[in-house]
């Protein structure tokens, strides 16, 4: 509900100022009863300031323009198809474009190839590629761009004449730009809105599933997963690790509740036999004291000799009976205790399968978020502490040349190659994480700068001596890297950033180096 005009009674000598005409629309809003939203304020701001009250999109008028608007050809009919998608977008550089160019190709028919084939005519060579390069173009379209798939084979059709002008090809073209430009668009906002959206799921199955911690790993890994840039192959990769999981945690979890029944099971069998050794102790007890009434009225030996007899009995009774539970009892703390070691091994390997979602599938150090996690420990222990922590940033050299080369089977060896040599060389203290694509990072605690330095020096040395062989030829792998020890204040991005600075100061001065950073 918009805001009616009334008088206002404003001096023009003396006009309001904008924060006192916002403030004044505030009001106006809490005094009509109207809802904050945008269109509303923007009516009372427009009726206190004495400005006309527009909309901010007027998508009804260009309804009313676009139907209004005739085509008179096919170009100009993709156009006004343009024109609608715009408007539901309330995009006005998709208006633009799609006036500008049906308003461009109205006083032009649409291409006659035949006459065209008397101009001067492209070379043949450069039409055949260009078609190959439209073709190759159409499966990535899908089936949501009919339009534009319709003019790419009517360009395809033109390329593949004995003879065809350039100015029919440019005619084509001209049509495909603005669909292209308005398809592009659409197809940003679609990938946008989709990633929020797919966001906002996993951050609810976060929210929603406290109690299962082992989900959290999961989590995680889909969330850098589909942080930007994305590519198929983290995604792939993200795909199988996140597979892997969950079916070892299928798995786990429904042994983890078959066990927690049958400890609900032993446990109401342990709580049954107490209450009948309770029950069979009330009763030996009211015997007893039944016999010993009993003894207290005899007058003779031989009268006594049969409630002795009822006494011991009633004594072996007992004693058998307790016998028999106390071994039950056993049993079941025995069963008990077995499966409370059952439900901890399946709860650890449930933290171990959620691990996998920390670490990197290709070479099992750390990924990005679990260098997170151990960056947010270091640096909390060293402030603990007071104590020094370097982080490095290394970076293979030529690993472009070496994936082009052999192949990426290779390049991906060729990490694995040097996480391995790294493992074997770095202290238990150390941490390993796989940064993105070749870079790894390293954190070293309770060192300084050039003590980082001289590490990494020493982890080159012992890269060149280990053998990696790509089809059958020995590579030498080397990698540049940079290293800054963290300030007090400092947080860990801007130490990586640092040590990043001083790698590209390496790969500048030579390759195969180590600076500080």
Same mark, same amino acid.
């Given at each position: 509900m918009?805001c009616h005009p009334k008088?206002?009674?404003m001096s023009?000598n003396?006009?309001?100022q904008?924060?006192?005409?916002a403030r004044?629309?505030?009001?106006?809003?809490?005094v009509r009863?109207?809802?904050?939203?945008?269109?509303?304020?923007?009516?009372?701001?427009?009726e206190?300031a004495?400005?006309p009250?527009?909309?901010?999109?007027?998508e @009804?008028?260009?309804?009313?323009?676009s139907l209004?608007?005739q085509a008179?050809n096919?170009s100009q009919?993709r156009?006004l198809d343009n024109?609608s998608a715009?408007?539901?977008?309330?995009s006005?550089?998709g208006v633009?474009?799609?006036?500008?160019?049906?308003?461009?190709?109205?006083?032009?028919?649409?291409?006659?190839?035949a006459?065209?084939?008397?101009?001067? !005519?492209l070379?043949?060579?450069?039409c055949g590629?260009?078609?190959?390069f439209?073709?190759?173009l159409l499966p990535?379209l899908g089936?949501?761009? !009919?339009r534009?798939?319709e003019?790419l084979e009517e360009l395809?059709?033109?390329?593949?004449?004995?003879?065809?002008s350039?100015g029919?090809?440019q005619?084509?073209l001209g049509?495909l730009?603005h669909?292209?430009t308005?398809?592009?668009e659409e197809?940003?906002?679609i990938?946008?809105?989709?990633?929020?959206?797919l966001?906002?799921i996993?951050e609810?199955i976060?929210?929603?599933?406290?109690?299962d911690?082992?989900?959290?790993?999961?989590?995680?890994?889909l969330?850098?997963?589909?942080?930007p840039?994305?590519?198929?192959?983290?995604l792939?990769?993200?795909?199988s690790?996140?597979?892997?999981?969950m079916?070892k945690?299928g798995?786990a979890?429904l042994r983890?509740v078959?066990?927690?029944?049958e400890?609900?099971?032993?446990?109401?069998?342990?709580?049954?036999?107490l209450?009948?050794?309770?029950?069979?102790?009330?009763e030996?007890?009211?015997?007893?004291?039944e016999?010993a009434r009993?003894i207290?009225k005899?007058?003779s030996?031989?009268?006594?000799?049969?409630?002795?007899?009822e006494?011991?009995?009633?004594?072996?009774?007992?004693i058998?009976?307790?016998?028999q539970s106390?071994?039950?009892?056993k049993e079941?703390?025995d069963?008990?205790?077995?499966?409370e070691?059952?439900?901890?091994?399946?709860?650890?390997?449930l933290d171990n399968?959620s691990?996998?979602a920390?670490?990197?599938?290709?070479t099992?150090v750390l990924n990005?978020k679990g260098?997170?996690e151990?960056l947010?420990?270091?640096?909390a222990?060293?402030?603990?502490?007071?104590a020094?922590?370097?982080?490095?940033?290394l970076d293979?050299?030529n690993?472009k040349?070496?994936?082009?080369?052999?192949g990426?089977?290779?390049?991906?060896r060729?990490?694995?190659h040097?996480a391995d040599c790294?493992?074997?060389n770095m202290?238990?203290?150390?941490?390993?994480?796989?940064?993105?694509?070749e870079?790894?990072?390293v954190?070293m605690p309770d060192?300084l700068?050039?003590q980082?330095?001289?590490?990494?020096a020493r982890l080159?040395?012992?890269?060149?001596?280990a053998?990696?062989?790509?089809?059958?030829?020995?590579?030498?792998i080397t990698?540049s890297?940079?290293?800054a020890e963290?300030a007090?204040?400092e947080s860990?991005v801007?130490a990586i950033r640092?040590?990043?600075? @001083?790698?590209?100061?390496a790969?500048?001065?030579?390759?195969?180096?180590?600076?500080?950073?």
């Amino acid at each position: 509900m918009l805001c009616h005009p009334k008088p206002i009674n404003m001096s023009m000598n003396e006009p309001k100022q904008p924060s006192e005409i916002a403030r004044e629309a505030l009001k106006r809003l809490a005094v009509r009863h109207l809802a904050p939203t945008p269109a509303n304020y923007q009516a009372c701001y427009n009726e206190i300031a004495n400005l006309p009250n527009l909309p901010i999109f007027p998508e @009804a008028p260009l309804r009313e323009l676009s139907l209004a608007l005739q085509a008179r050809n096919e170009s100009q009919e993709r156009h006004l198809d343009n024109l609608s998608a715009a408007i539901s977008r309330r995009s006005w550089d998709g208006v633009k474009d799609a006036l500008v160019g049906f308003s461009t190709l109205g006083e032009r028919p649409a291409p006659n190839l035949a006459a065209a084939a008397s101009t001067t !005519s492209l070379p043949s060579e450069f039409c055949g590629k260009l078609a190959r390069f439209v073709e190759c173009l159409l499966p990535a379209l899908g089936d949501g761009e !009919s339009r534009i798939v319709e003019a790419l084979e009517e360009l395809i059709g033109a390329l593949r004449l004995p003879s065809v002008s350039a100015g029919a090809v440019q005619d084509i073209l001209g049509g495909l730009a603005h669909q292209a430009t308005g398809a592009a668009e659409e197809q940003v906002e679609i990938r946008q809105s989709l990633l929020k959206l797919l966001h906002l799921i996993i951050e609810n199955i976060s929210v929603l599933s406290l109690e299962d911690s082992w989900l959290k790993g999961q989590v995680d890994g889909l969330m850098a997963g589909v942080s930007p840039p994305l590519n198929l192959r983290s995604l792939d990769e993200v795909a199988s690790r996140l597979r892997d999981v969950m079916e070892k945690q299928g798995r786990a979890k429904l042994r983890s509740v078959e066990a927690q029944e049958e400890m609900r099971k032993m446990l109401a069998a342990f709580v049954e036999r107490l209450g009948s050794m309770n029950r069979s102790s009330a009763e030996f007890e009211g015997r007893i004291v039944e016999s010993a009434r009993k003894i207290e009225k005899v007058e003779s030996i031989e009268a006594l000799r049969p409630l002795l007899d009822e006494v011991i009995v009633a004594t072996r009774t007992m004693i058998e009976e307790t016998a028999q539970s106390r071994e039950q009892l056993k049993e079941l703390q025995d069963k008990v205790v077995l499966t409370e070691a059952e439900l901890m091994q399946l709860h650890q390997e449930l933290d171990n399968a959620s691990a996998l979602a920390r670490n990197d599938p290709l070479t099992d150090v750390l990924n990005r978020k679990g260098l997170e996690e151990a960056l947010a420990r270091e640096i909390a222990s060293m402030r603990r502490r007071n104590a020094a922590l370097s982080i490095s940033l290394l970076d293979i050299d030529n690993f472009k040349k070496l994936n082009d080369r052999f192949g990426h089977d290779a390049g991906d060896r060729a990490l694995i190659h040097l996480a391995d040599c790294a493992r074997r060389n770095m202290r238990p203290s150390d941490t390993l994480a796989r940064y993105g694509g070749e870079e790894f990072v390293v954190l070293m605690p309770d060192t300084l700068l050039e003590q980082g330095i001289e590490t990494m020096a020493r982890l080159q040395r012992e890269l060149t001596k280990a053998i990696y062989m790509a089809d059958n030829e020995k590579i030498l792998i080397t990698f540049s890297a940079g290293v800054a020890e963290l300030a007090a204040e400092e947080s860990g991005v801007d130490a990586i950033r640092r040590a990043d600075r @001083a790698m590209y100061l390496a790969k500048r001065a030579g390759k195969n180096r180590v600076l500080g950073g």
